[in-house]
């Protein structure tokens, strides 16, 4: 038994697939089950139940999975003890956000010279939540859908998580000079289904269409869960909505804080205030000092939007 093979299991049982797993992990499905299997041979015990769509813990697995969390847990900590002598840390998790990451580079601009190590890690909602499961990440902002929040807090509070709502924000067309509605004030969505969309790959976590507006069902569907292109590049984004008449549907870009001025927001009517931008951390382990002071900074910029002027 290795701390390998205990993050292979932990993590698929978070995600409930060992396909997801080997994506989070960057390895491959085989591996992480022939990993597993092998653990569950040593230990003698079954620690998954293998479905057609994925895996759940077994009673054995779910006693064991608490302690295979804390042994990685441990086994990290030893791993970083000569940094804790010599700084703090702050390790922060988010969904992409020209809004945050403006926020925070304020931020740390303000900050005296300090022995403060940041880590700044960029993920999806699945990936976030299982890094402050196992206490990888102390912080982390993520956007949710309206519809789906109470099911979402729900599910963080299982995962001993703390969500705390920081503010709404509102669903936006993005267009450059290439699109018909470049020069649009608003823009409805049954003229939405006119264009080709570019999306980033996580932003099925806040768009997907099951947890929209009814109305409004069939257009998500299009722009985001069938979209023309898709990326993990935020500059690849950037690039096709500028040179192409390709559109986007985001809350959190906002290419004018960045200072990309020919790509234009068009307010979306039925998409103002869908989206809730939370905090989120582990109600297992108490804030640190630099965790609450940047939560604080964060909720007192980014609820008042005049102050990020």
């Given at each position: ?51 057609a769509r ?16 804390r042994i ?210 582990n109600s ?26």
């Open positions: 038994m290795d701390i390998k093979q205990l993050q292979y299991f932990t993590t698929s049982a978070d995600c409930g697939s060992f396909k997801r797993a080997s994506e989070l992990l960057y390895t491959t499905q085989p591996h992480i089950s022939k990993s597993v299997k092998a653990l569950e041979d040593e230990l003698k015990v079954p620690l998954l139940v293998r479905k994925g895996v759940e813990l077994t009673e054995e697995g779910r006693r064991i999975y608490n302690m295979a969390c990685i847990r441990d086994s990290e900590e030893i791993h970083n003890v000569h940094l804790s002598r010599l700084r703090s840390s702050l390790r922060i998790g988010c969904h992409s956000s020209d809004e945050l990451t403006g926020c925070l580079t304020e931020y740390f601009m303000k900050l005296p010279k300090s022995d403060l190590q940041l880590s700044y890690y960029e993920g999806e909602t699945t990936e976030l939540i299982n890094k402050l499961n196992h206490k990888h990440l102390d912080l982390a902002f993520v956007y949710i859908h309206k519809n789906k929040y109470p099911i979402f807090t729900q599910l963080v509070k299982q995962k001993h998580l703390i969500c705390k709502e920081i503010k709404k924000v509102s669903g936006y067309l993005l267009v450059g000079p290439s699109s018909p509605f470049y020069k649009a004030e608003s823009i409805k969505e049954r003229e939405l289904s006119k264009l080709s969309y570019i999306q980033l790959a996580d932003d099925q976590d806040y768009y997907r269409c099951d947890t929209a507006d009814p109305s409004a069902s069939e257009v998500l569907t299009i722009t985001t869960e069938n979209p023309e292109a898709k990326t993990n590049s935020r500059q690849m984004l950037l690039n096709l909505l500028l040179h192409t008449g390709m559109a986007s549907i985001s809350c959190w870009l906002q290419p004018e804080l960045v200072g990309e001025t020919k790509i234009h927001r068009i307010p979306v009517p039925s998409m103002k205030n869908h989206y809730i931008f939370a905090a989120l951390w297992r382990i108490s804030l640190s000092n630099d965790a609450e002071q940047i939560l604080q900074y964060v909720t007192e910029q980014l609820s008042n939007p005049e102050k990020l002027k």
